[in-house]
């Protein structure tokens, strides 16, 4: 029986795509505390990879520490394939990241100072 629950796990969490697989998108930008849209600068799918599918360990400072959001963040999301949803992603002026998946569960990036 443990075996049973343990492949079928197994099977649940394979079907999961991959970061990497997905293609991903921002929404908008939004001023902190009162979800008004603000004048914060549009990421490119590849900031967006380089800073979350690499741990914050590789954001470009061009990319990320030199703009000015006057207490703005991003939000997003990520796309399989098929165009469902994977996941929904913020990312504040600070350089910290969440990533929080359809099933629920969170990651939370920062980036390295």
């Keep these: 029986m443990a075996l049973i629950t343990l492949l079928s796990c197994w ?24 979800r008004n849209r603000c004048e914060a600068p549009r990421f490119s799918e590849a900031e967006l990879r380089a800073y979350f599918l690499h741990e914050a360990k590789r954001v470009p400072e061009e990319g990320f520490a030199q703009r000015d959001w006057s207490g703005c963040y991003a939000e997003g999301f990520a796309v399989n394939a098929r165009g469902e949803r994977q ?21 939370h990036f920062a980036r390295e100072q």
């Design 11 to 34: 099977v649940c969490a394979s079907a999961v795509a991959q970061p990497s697989n997905l293609h991903w998108v921002q929404s908008f930008a939004v001023k902190e505390g009162t």
């Design 87 to 107: 996941l929904h992603w913020q990312l504040d002026l600070l350089g910290t990241g969440i990533i929080t998946w359809t099933d629920g569960q969170t990651h």
